[in-house]
């Protein structure tokens, strides 16, 4: 449900973006305006090219907001120093197309890869933290398998683990699906959905794959790096 009395965790007003410059300056953004509640699962569509991508990074911290408003939980983006950035990568998870993991990790290191930028934690700690949530994605019973003796689905299930251990407030996926089965693909989502409740965390997910849109409590559709519609979904 949507919470219109709370602080929406993304409030993005009048934000444009370009790449390049001089001659080579193209604009990827156009004055996008959009707001994302706590608990809120929001997919995003657009073909490719359509500034998806880019509008993620940008939510996420992962660049630098250049014109216009782009709020997370009330911190302004534009023009936030990098320590500030750096604050609100802390408080997103990540989930990209391909699962990023590292070859030379096991799973269980890979998940504690995503707590070792909270230095609050001691090593038994990560430990039993990574342990947990790998069981909450199922697959506790390959803790110590390497990335290269997972399927595709359990690679991306490590990346929803190594995701969602921090808790974060915010879960950023780009294309999780798309190296995915059509079935993997739905377990993935079911269980991002299922994770993200228990948390309370809020979802942003962009997808081409239309068999998934049904988690959606909201969908944005790009086109040329305008947010043309902004609809809540129907039935659910
Ligand atoms: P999508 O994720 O919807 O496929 P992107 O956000 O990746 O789209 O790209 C939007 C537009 O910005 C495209 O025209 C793309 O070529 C351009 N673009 C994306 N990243 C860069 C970059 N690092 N440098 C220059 N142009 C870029
Ligand atoms: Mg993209």
Known sequence: MINTFSQPVIDIKNLDHFFGSGEQRKQALFDINLEIYAGEIVIMTGPSGSGKTTLLTLIGGLRSVQSGSLKFLGQELCGATPRQLVKVRRQAGYIFQAHNLHGSLTALHNVRMGLEIHSQ????????????????????????????????????????????????QLLLADEPTAALDSKSGRDVVTLMQKLAKEQGCTILLVTHDNRILDVADRTVYMEDGILKSNQLATAK
């Not at 001691?122 to 949530?133: C, F």
């Not at 003796?149 to 299930?157: E, F, P, Y």
């Open 121 to 168: 934690y001691s090593v038994k700690e990560m430990k039993e933290m990574a342990t947990h949530i790998l069981q909450e994605v199922g697959l506790g019973n390959r803790l110590n398998h390497y990335p290269d003796n997972l399927s595709g689905g359990q690679k991306q299930r490590v990346a929803i683990a190594r995701a969602l251990v921090n808790h974060p």
